[in-house]
């Protein structure tokens, strides 16, 4: 039985040996999940100003309804957009299946309920007259929305960080849509499935410790920074 | 630099409640206009709706004869600006604060910065532009506040209850402020207030609302001096109170207010007068003070307020009485519900209105 110390002992012989592919795995696992924070953050902020600044009707079945899809199991989300996306598909017409475009449209839905959800309560914590002040100020109603954006601008980052984490932790829609193919779409959660399958637990737990050390090094970062920036003001 | 605003037959309703009701009103070129009014009057809605980011359920507003549309409202937006009675802040340093409606209007950065440093001279804050803003005491906030606006140099200035919940010395910083900005901008300044005081010495016009209506206006001799069933129905919450004035033998005036309560006050009326008496003008002790104040009364702490860095009392003295005092003395002092306490005033203190 592989002890979970050896799997981190070789972790660091990956790391410190120039393996190749630690890095390329490494790195398009980090670059699938940040552009598929980029790409949600696009439409789910906009969704989130407008539930976090307006009152209407519906507005908490609404917000019930991203807050319940922040549970949607990857797996699930997985197998529906493998559905779309494979050749006898709607979508199948665009080729995407087992691409890292495919794996990174996942993961931004994935995430697009986490992100609505923490900016939303952002936001809704800012003073509500702040969108007032800045009209009063000469603001439009899209810079108006900017000041509020601005002003919630830790919890934004919190859920920028919260939804990474979740992207780059997440197998399900990897797996199904990206296939784990070694040198295209393998990121560290498809490998680790992968090793496991194989037996090859030393060289999975590597790369779980090399996950984690991921997440705690970006989390740590992202917080001092945006720690520093908080002081400043 | 002036500006002629006028609203017709505005009306605003909030689902079932109707916060203004047909109101027609005109501005004045480079006055300076008290709305006074209790809370709730609809004193707030009617600057929001001058400051155009409410919109009227019914009727329109007229910046120099032209109606305000969805077309004209952004750079009808850039005419007017408003000062909020909660301080609202932005999250960042006193420079950027004031600096954000500079930059909205896209001003060359020599002017930004010239007009920040005047602004900030005007509120006597020079040295401030580095400090976080929302980390300055409440009266330093509002004075940014009002800072933020000043800046601007827009034709037609609202404030809402600027000096409300302050301290004499930000309060008359604050009033000081205005009167210079209209004095030498010719800025037309639209002030709500429920502070009697300040409605008698600020503006040059009142106009007293009541129920989301504009009951009377008039210059504050006019309005005072008729003592109008509207003032006196809000006036009583804020340590106004109306009695028999009677001239004593040195020259003085006392008012009997009822409940055996007597106030004496320096200037001379006899009959039928109201008077009121700044919560800030009023000192709160244990015991009764040797002092030259003429007025001292007993009384009982019924109601305890915290207001930032002031805590507002209610002090029952035959009369309800509001005193403002720091919230380091109403630590020292350990007051509590229900104590007996002494309050005391000038008799110059005692506004006849």
Redesign the interface.
């Known amino acids: 039985m592989t002890s979970i110390w050896d799997g981190i002992i070789k972790a660091f012989q990956l790391i410190f040996s120039g393996d190749p592919t630690v890095y390329e795995v490494t790195i398009r696992s980090l670059l699938i999940s940040a552009t598929a924070v980029l790409i949600a953050a696009l439409w789910s902020i906009p969704i989130a100003l407008f539930l976090g600044t307006r009152n209407y009707r519906g507005k908490l079945f609404i917000k019930g309804f991203f807050t319940a899809m922040i549970g949607l199991p990857t797996v699930g989300l997985g197998l529906i957009l493998f559905l779309i996306l494979s050749k006898a598909g709607p979508l199948g017409f665009l080729h995407l299946l087992y691409t890292p475009t495919a794996i990174i449209l996942g993961e931004a839905i994935l995430i697009t309920p986490l992100i609505i959800i923490l900016t939303t309560r952002a936001i809704e914590d800012v003073d509500p007259e702040i969108k007032n002040l800045a009209k009063t100020l000469g603001a439009s109603e899209a810079q108006a929305a900017m000041a509020v954006l601005k002003e919630a601008s830790s919890g934004v980052f919190l859920a920028g960080i919260a939804s990474f984490n979740r992207a780059v932790a997440e197998l399900g829609v990897a797996q199904l849509v990206g296939g784990s193919i070694a040198g295209l779409t393998e990121v560290l959660t498809t490998g680790i499935a992968l090793e496991t399958a194989r037996g090859n637990l030393e060289l999975s737990i590597a790369w779980t410790t090399i996950l984690l050390a991921v997440v705690f090094g970006i989390t740590l970062a992202t917080l001092v920074v945006e720690a520093y920036q908080r002081r400043r003001k | 630099m002036t500006i002629d605003v006028e609203i017709r037959n505005v009306t605003k309703s909030f689902d079932n409640l109707t916060a203004l009701d047909n109101i027609n009103f005109q501005i004045r070129q480079s006055e300076i206009l008290g709305l006074l009014g209790a809370n709730g009057s609809g004193k707030t809605t009617l600057l929001?709706i001058l400051?155009?980011?409410e919109k009227p359920s019914q009727g329109q507003v007229f910046f120099n004869k032209a109606a305000v549309t969805e077309q004209n409202i952004?750079a009808a937006?850039?005419e007017?600006?408003?000062v909020?009675q909660?301080t609202?802040l932005?999250?960042?340093?006193v420079h950027n604060n004031v600096a954000?409606?500079l930059k909205?209007?896209k001003l060359p950065k020599d002017e930004v910065e010239s007009r920040i440093k005047e602004a900030l001279k005007t509120v006597r804050l020079e040295g401030f532009e580095k400090r976080?803003a929302?980390k300055l005491s409440g009266g330093e906030q509002q004075r940014v506040a009002l800072a933020?606006?000043l800046a601007?140099k827009t034709k037609l200035l609202l404030l809402d209850e600027p000096t409300a919940n302050l301290d004499p010395r930000n309060a008359s910083i604050i009033e000081e402020a205005i009167e210079a900005t209209n004095r030498e901008s010719k800025t037309t300044i639209v002030i709500a207030t429920h502070n009697m005081f300040q409605a008698k010495n600020l503006p040059q016009r009142i106009a007293l609302i009541e129920k989301g209506k504009i009951s009377e206006s008039g210059t504050p001799t006019e309005i005072f001096g008729k003592l109008s069933k509207t003032l006196a129905s809000f006036a009583a919450t804020e340590n106004t109170f109306s009695g028999q004035a009677k001239i004593t033998e040195q020259g003085t005036t006392i008012i009997d207010i009822g409940n055996d309560t007597h106030i004496e006050a320096s200037a001379q009326r006899e009959g039928s007068v109201s008077i009121f008496i700044s919560p800030e003008d009023i000192i709160l002790s244990k015991t009764p003070l040797a002092s030259s104040a003429r007025n001292t009364l007993k009384g009982k702490i019924t109601e305890i307020a915290d207001l930032d860095s002031l805590v507002k009392l209610k002090i029952d003295a035959g009369k309800p009485f509001s005193v403002q005092i720091t919230k380091r003395s109403f630590n020292e002092m350990n007051l509590q519900l229900n104590a007996d306490v002494y309050i005391a005033f000038k008799a110059s203190s005692v506004q006849m209105l």
């Open positions: 929001k400051a155009l980011i952004s937006r850039l007017t600006t408003m909020f909660k609202t932005f999250g960042t340093t954000y409606g909205m209007r976080s929302q933020r606006a601007l």
